[in-house]
Each structure stands twice: as structure tokens, then as C-alpha cells.
């Protein structure tokens, strides 16, 4: 079952449910139970600087989501609402937008799914599919993110959405993330990931964690 589109802002809480009408967890969600421990020290290095941590990651968070959606709107041919933002993050979005070009001026991309939500009825969590297509003639998933660098839980995280595609009888044979900077010194990157059954195993258990904890809650 899958649901609507929901506000810009307000993707991140996109909410799953199985056939049964019942609500699931999502991918982010159960990844929450794990520690990020990069969190601590660039806070502090921000507080250090005189920078109030919480309005800075607002802000490149809001970069990065515009960026985000604009490669959505650019892959998909439907009009993103960006209404919510402010002009200034806009523009500074749209220069995150050159290195993403210069990428697929290289690689021959034919998109079959984008911002597609999945849900698994064997495992019971839902996830949402950036880009999944024909990538240099191969069936390949690829996610987009706006971040400083590639965490380990970024690529736990493309393991599940495999998997999500693969049960919905989607065939992948390569998983890539493009980490797409927000700024000029955050940069560019193209990984290919792999071992992702292995990743896959990682995810799962993290599944089992939040599904325990939500039981011993009550």
C-alpha cells in the first residue's frame, strides 16, 4: 500500500502501511536505533566557531532537500513545490545542481521509478525509491544525498531499499549513492556500494532492535 505525496517539508514523516491498512515503520525510522557519533564533535566545532548548530543544520538541511527535489523534479518531469523555502536557500541549491549535471552528461541514466514509495510485506517496513532505472545498461538503484560525506548507515540504508525493490519484483544489479555537496568544500562523490547482502543483515537486525523496543514499550 503505498501513500500520498505529502508537502515538501513534510517527506521526511511520509508514513507506510502494510495491505492490511497498517501503519509500518520506515528505513530512517529503524536506522534511528543506531548511534552517530560524528554528531557530537561537529556540534561542538560549531559552538567552538560561535555557530548555533541547531539554525546551521536547519539551513543546510533546507539546501539539501531543495537540491534534492530539483533532481526529483529533473529525473521525473513533475513539478516540485518549493514554495516553503526561501529564495536565498533556492540559489544556493541550484549551484549544488552543476556537479549532478556534469555526472549525467557521463552516464546514460533511463529512470523507471522516482520518489517511489515500497513496502514489504515479508519484513514489514516501507521505504522511498530516489531513482531506480537503466543506468550504462544496467538495472541500478541509486539514491541522492546531501550530506558532507557517505555514513555506513547511508549504505544500510540503500541495502533495504534493494531489498524493497527486489521484492517488488524489481531486478538490481548495481546500488549507487551520489553524495551531492551543499556547498563548494563539501564536494562530489559517486559510490558504488557493495557486499549490500551483507549491509542487508546489518539493516535486519537494526529492524529487529526497533521492533523489540516498540514491544517492550507497549
Request: aromatic share 8%; with cysteine; glycine share 6%.
Amino acid at each position: 500500500m503505498k501513500e500520498e505525496k505529502a508537502p515538501a517539508k513534510a517527506r521526511a514523516h511520509i508514513r507506510y502501511k502494510n495491505k492490511n491498512g497498517k501503519m509500518i515503520p520506515g528505513v530512517t525510522t529503524i536506522l534511528s536505533v543506531l548511534n552517530k557519533p560524528a554528531l557530537i564533535p561537529w556540534a561542538n566545532n560549531l559552538g567552538l566557531k560561535g555557530i548555533d548548530c541547531t539554525k546551521y543544520r536547519d539551513s543546510m538541511a533546507d539546501i539539501g532537500t531543495i537540491a534534492h527535489l530539483m533532481i526529483l523534479e529533473h529525473l521525473s518531469g513533475k513539478k516540485q513545490d518549493l514554495s516553503e523555502y526561501s529564495g536565498a536557500d533556492i540559489d544556493k541549491a541550484e549551484n549544488c545542481l552543476i556537479s549532478f549535471f556534469e555526472w549525467e552528461r557521463s552516464n546514460r541514466i533511463t529512470p523507471i521509478l522516482v520518489e517511489e514509495p515500497l513496502v514489504s510485506e515479508d519484513h514489514q517496513f516501507g521505504g522511498t525509491i530516489d531513482c531506480y532505472g537503466d543506468l550504462d545498461g544496467k538495472p541500478t538503484l541509486i539514491d541522492f544525498k546531501t550530506s558532507k560525506a557517505i555514513y555506513p548507515e547511508m549504505v544500510y540504508q540503500v541495502a533495504a531499499y534493494r531489498k524493497l525493490l527486489i521484492e517488488n519484483g524489481y531486478e538490481v544489479q548495481r546500488v549507487r549513492i551520489l553524495r551531492i555537496g551543499r556547498s563548494n568544500d563539501e564536494g562530489f562523490e559517486d559510490r558504488l556500494c557493495s557486499r549490500m547482502e551483507e549491509n542487508w543483515k546489518l539493516f535486519y537486525h537494526c529492524l529487529q532492535i526497533y521492533n523489540l523496543r516498540k514491544k517492550i514499550k507497549g
